[in-house]
């Protein structure tokens, strides 16, 4: 049974496209059948971090309106096999969307995909509600910020009252937490939120915590996905959560502060 | 003549103020239902009924014309004073501005929302098929409403009748109110209200005081006004000598 998981957070800059796209990348390497949506219209990104920008014909909305089949429009991803991506029209707007055509292809998807991850856009309106509302779980991506959490908060609010399976009194939606850039040295010095005060307030089980780092910069403007990185703390901690959203029991890493030895400094250690 | 002018010169001054208000929405235009409904109330909290100013609320109601005079007159028959009309079609508005009244635009949604629950709420028992509850017997034993989870940024949860009981936290940007105490099992870091129909013996009560705004029938203290050594700890928080009144809660 396909499980459609929307990736959201209120707040804009925390990390929604390249947990996306991070995470669908881990599913695929794990041998899922895997497609990543873009539903931010007009300002498509997800193209750009899975590095198939140059690929593009057709979109999400030439979809919907009925000017392009579902398949004219997924793009095969050129590095991992069983990796689709759908990606959002830039010269639209969010209005371009129907619940109705949302869907019809979420539908259509379900038949042939293990897992469909749906990109949020940013904000509580019309996009971001269209993102969520068919979705079986949810990952809420938050930064160690006061405000991030607090856009977090509301959007658990309507995950929990504005999605379908709220709406029909089905089952509710399986809702995880992934904490982005968290920096272990500014947390010990009292500049960011500590993970334990997160989870505190937000309440919701962890799946995953995501360093800061200059891997993910990296991954972005190369169009790699930081999964591939594999080297790297981010991509390690895509992969460890990647575990867990299959069930696997992974322990918590990159979340303490290593004070770096002499070593390490010498030889470059530690973050990458 | 000076541009300046000492309060002394002049008569009056404008001021902007955000007093408490109780919006009456109304459900049912008929002058006898309402009168019905007002006459259960009075008998259940006449504390409430002492010439306390409303503003009917006409936004759920369908009707180009309404027996405004009326209404109006059996709202002060159980001494409500309707200072404003709030919402309805241009008719209403004139009828209101004829009747010596203010006029509000409706509103979208916010605030307009929580008094929509805590209204329909009320209209219950009045309804003819629970008519076998006295509305004696309802005021005394009020249902209490247990929430169970985290209120969330952006929620409000309201008790129109009774206490309400949370068992978890209520963040910040939540709202929760209720016609008697409020409980919080869990840090209240939002809004909580208390007596929202003017019952002043009302409390709040938490585990863990980090509120956005605290109010006990309409008399409120925001977080900057909070002690802050009551911060992050058990506190209680009652209406006496005139303010509210925060206390550790041991």
Redesign the interface.
Known sequence: MAKIIVVTSGKGGVGKTTSAAAIATGLALRGKKTVVIDFDVGLRNLDLIMGCERRVVYDLVNVIQGEAGLNQALIRDKRVENLFILPASQTRDKDALTQEGVEEILDTLKETFDYILCDSPAGIERGAQLAMYYADEAIVVTNPEVSSV??S??I???L??KTRRAVQGDDPIKEHLLVTRYNPERVTQGDMLTLDDIR????IDLLGLIPESEAVLRASNQGVPVTHDADSDAGQAYTDTVSRLLGEDVPLRFHEWQKKGLLSRMFGGGRR | MSLKMDSATMAFTFKGGMLPMTIMELNSADPERIRRQLAGKLTQSPAFFQHTPVVLSVEKLDEPHLALERICAVCRDHKLLPVAVKGGPEPVKQSAWALGLGWFPPSDGGRGRILESVDAEISQPVEPASAPRSAAVSGELAATRLYRGTVRSGQQVSAAEGDLVVIGAVNAGAEVLAAGNIHVYGALRGRALAGIHGDLSAGVYCRELHAELLSVGGNYKRLEDIDSRLLGAPAEVHFSAEQLEIRPLV
Do not use: C, F, N, V
């Not at chain 1, 505190?200 to 309440?203: G, T, V």
């Open positions: 607090r856009d908060d509301r658990l609010g309507l929990s009252s505190e307030i937000l309440a």
